[in-house]
């Protein structure tokens, strides 16, 4: 029983170790190793073991004490007594150790297992934030374009206000001529009329002087 318990010891020692100091590929098989022994019938096979071993350990505390109260009223320690005890103590102390050993195991895989579901959480979220910023930089370049676009827009549309005004001005201008022109010609035409009054009261009255210079011939 001691031997297998040093044996026990011995390989939680080794694989507590494997698991607190990264040794190439080690750890792995060391957690590999355990996350066998948590899945399908492991736990509870550990269960039944772990309490078989404080039962154990139970009665090697109840022998001690009982070995040591026989002591106390015999007044000595028998040979056997002593042999007896320090079987006991060294049972007791070898399982002790193995159940701790066994709990500082179980709660290494369980940070360990932890520590590394944060780091790929962590290794996720980096990515997501650079891709979230090579977003941000595409959005950013698109606004930028875009901002480029409206000012040339807009300088086009200035440019066309431009053209717009002076043709209107220009309108304007033609029109106004055209108004004057209008005006000329319609005082042209008023003045040609009188003209035309004027030759034939002009005609009349050379009609009028032959006809007077005819009587009188």
């Not at 399908?40 to 096979?45: F, R």
């Not at 297992?113 to 979230?132: A, G, N, Q, W």
């Amino acid at each position: 029983m001691i031997q297998l318990l040093f044996l026990v010891l011995f390989a939680e020692g080794a694989v507590a170790l494997l698991l607190m100091v990264k040794v190439g590929p080690l750890r792995e098989l060391a957690m590999r190793g355990v996350d066998q022994v948590k899945t399908g019938k492991g736990p509870a096979t550990v269960k039944t073991l772990a309490c078989t071993l404080t039962v154990i350990l139970m009665s090697d505390v109840a022998s001690i004490l009982k070995i040591q109260n026989r002591g106390l009223k015999v007044g000595t320690v028998s040979p056997m007594d002593q042999v007896l005890w320090r079987t006991h103590l060294l049972e007791a102390s070898l399982i002790g150790y193995t159940l701790f050993l066994a709990f500082v195991i179980d709660r290494l895989h369980h940070y360990l297992r932890k520590l590394i579901t944060l780091r790929k959480t962590s290794s996720t979220s980096r990515e997501e934030v650079e891709k979230l910023q090579m977003e941000n930089r595409s959005l950013r370049e698109k606004e930028d374009k875009s901002s480029s676009e409206m000012k040339k827009l807009q300088r086009e549309i200035a440019k066309l206000n431009e053209s717009m005004k002076k043709l209107k001005s220009e309108t304007e201008e033609h029109e106004r001529k055209a108004s004057v022109a209008e005006a000329h010609v319609n005082a042209l035409q008023k003045q040609s009329e009188e003209l035309l009054l004027e030759y034939d009261r002009l005609l009349e009255d050379n009609q009028i002087l032959q006809t007077q210079l005819l009587s009188r011939g």
